[in-house]
Protein backbone atom coordinates (compact mmCIF):
# COMPACT_ATOMS: atom_id res chain seq x y z
CA UNK A 1 0.00 0.00 0.00
CA UNK A 2 1.33 3.37 -1.19
CA UNK A 3 1.72 6.61 1.28
CA UNK A 4 -1.42 8.54 -0.65
CA UNK A 5 -3.59 5.61 -0.11
CA UNK A 6 -2.74 5.33 3.56
CA UNK A 7 -3.33 9.08 3.95
CA UNK A 8 -6.92 8.85 2.25
CA UNK A 9 -7.84 5.95 4.45
CA UNK A 10 -6.80 7.70 7.64
CA UNK A 11 -7.90 11.23 6.54
CA UNK A 12 -11.47 10.95 7.08
CA UNK A 13 -12.43 14.25 8.89
CA UNK A 14 -13.31 16.67 6.97
CA UNK A 15 -12.68 20.77 7.43
CA UNK A 16 -13.78 23.84 5.91
CA UNK A 17 -11.07 25.49 4.07
CA UNK A 18 -10.55 29.13 2.75
CA UNK A 19 -6.94 29.89 1.27
CA UNK A 20 -5.77 31.87 -1.20
CA UNK A 21 -5.47 34.94 1.16
CA UNK A 22 -5.38 38.86 -0.74
CA UNK A 23 -5.20 41.96 0.62
CA UNK A 24 -8.50 43.61 0.05
CA UNK A 25 -6.93 47.43 0.72
CA UNK A 26 -8.10 48.19 3.76
CA UNK A 27 -6.39 46.04 6.19
CA UNK A 28 -8.31 42.62 5.65
CA UNK A 29 -8.02 40.13 3.07
CA UNK A 30 -10.12 38.47 0.84
CA UNK A 31 -10.30 34.68 0.74
CA UNK A 32 -11.07 32.20 -1.76
CA UNK A 33 -14.78 30.43 -1.51
CA UNK A 34 -14.72 27.93 0.95
CA UNK A 35 -14.42 24.36 0.21
CA UNK A 36 -14.65 21.13 2.54
CA UNK A 37 -11.39 18.98 2.08
CA UNK A 38 -10.67 15.37 3.66
CA UNK A 39 -8.25 15.69 6.60
CA UNK A 40 -6.78 14.28 10.00
CA UNK A 41 -7.64 16.04 12.28
CA UNK A 42 -6.14 16.11 16.01
CA UNK A 43 -6.27 19.21 18.90
CA UNK A 44 -2.65 19.06 20.06
CA UNK A 45 -0.64 21.75 21.22
CA UNK A 46 2.59 21.67 19.20
CA UNK A 47 5.30 24.39 19.33
CA UNK A 48 6.96 25.31 15.64
CA UNK A 49 9.03 27.95 13.78
CA UNK A 50 7.32 29.95 11.53
CA UNK A 51 8.32 31.27 8.36
CA UNK A 52 10.13 34.22 10.14
CA UNK A 53 12.13 32.19 12.52
CA UNK A 54 9.57 33.11 15.67
CA UNK A 55 8.23 30.35 18.10
CA UNK A 56 4.78 29.61 17.63
CA UNK A 57 1.87 27.24 19.60
CA UNK A 58 -0.41 25.57 18.19
CA UNK A 59 -3.52 24.53 19.23
CA UNK A 60 -4.15 22.08 16.28
CA UNK A 61 -2.08 19.93 14.11
CA UNK A 62 -4.17 18.59 10.95
CA UNK A 63 -3.07 15.84 7.83
CA UNK A 64 -4.62 17.08 4.75
CA UNK A 65 -4.47 15.50 0.73
CA UNK A 66 -3.57 18.06 -0.75
CA UNK A 67 -1.76 21.68 -0.70
CA UNK A 68 -3.17 24.60 1.61
CA UNK A 69 -1.90 28.38 1.74
CA UNK A 70 -0.64 29.56 4.99
CA UNK A 71 -2.59 32.57 6.15
CA UNK A 72 -5.23 30.71 4.61
CA UNK A 73 -8.38 29.28 7.39
CA UNK A 74 -9.25 25.84 8.31
CA UNK A 75 -12.70 25.15 10.36
CA UNK A 76 -13.45 21.37 11.29
CA UNK A 77 -16.78 20.83 10.00
CA UNK A 78 -18.51 21.06 7.04
CA UNK A 79 -19.74 23.76 4.57
CA UNK A 80 -23.14 22.33 5.74
CA UNK A 81 -22.79 23.35 9.47
CA UNK A 82 -22.23 27.11 8.15
CA UNK A 83 -24.59 29.84 7.46
CA UNK A 84 -24.09 31.56 4.22
CA UNK A 85 -22.51 34.49 6.10
CA UNK A 86 -19.80 32.78 7.70
CA UNK A 87 -19.24 30.69 4.82
CA UNK A 88 -18.20 34.33 2.99
CA UNK A 89 -16.86 35.63 6.30
CA UNK A 90 -14.71 33.21 7.67
CA UNK A 91 -13.44 35.53 10.76
CA UNK A 92 -17.07 35.46 11.80
CA UNK A 93 -17.05 31.39 12.16
CA UNK A 94 -16.39 30.32 16.30
CA UNK A 95 -13.75 27.64 15.94
CA UNK A 96 -12.26 28.38 12.70
CA UNK A 97 -8.35 28.25 12.89
CA UNK A 98 -5.58 30.15 10.98
CA UNK A 99 -2.89 28.27 8.88
CA UNK A 100 0.51 29.18 10.36
CA UNK A 101 2.36 26.59 8.95
CA UNK A 102 2.24 24.36 5.93
CA UNK A 103 4.71 21.51 5.53
CA UNK A 104 4.99 19.23 2.65
CA UNK A 105 7.35 16.09 3.00
CA UNK A 106 8.06 13.84 0.88
CA UNK A 107 8.16 10.01 1.49
CA UNK A 108 10.76 7.90 2.42
CA UNK A 109 12.31 6.30 -1.26
CA UNK A 110 12.39 10.10 -3.10
CA UNK A 111 8.30 9.13 -4.32
CA UNK A 112 6.23 11.91 -5.97
CA UNK A 113 4.19 10.61 -2.59
CA UNK A 114 3.87 13.86 0.01
CA UNK A 115 2.76 13.85 3.59
CA UNK A 116 1.13 17.28 4.07
CA UNK A 117 0.74 18.73 7.43
CA UNK A 118 -0.53 22.37 8.76
CA UNK A 119 -0.50 24.05 12.10
CA UNK A 120 -3.48 25.91 13.49
CA UNK A 121 -3.63 28.99 15.75
CA UNK A 122 -7.00 30.86 16.87
CA UNK A 123 -8.15 34.21 14.94
Known amino acids: MG ?7 VCTDTAVYWGSPQEDGYGGKIYDTPV ?8 TIQVFQNTN ?5 S ?6 LQ ?10 GSLSDLSESEK ?12 RKFEKLPALGGTSEYIRKVYLTPQ
Open 3 to 9: LDSYMQR
Open 36 to 43: DISCFWED
Open 53 to 57: GEIVI
Open 59 to 64: KAEVFV
Open 67 to 76: DVDENGILYH
Open 88 to 99: SDPLSVEGAYFI
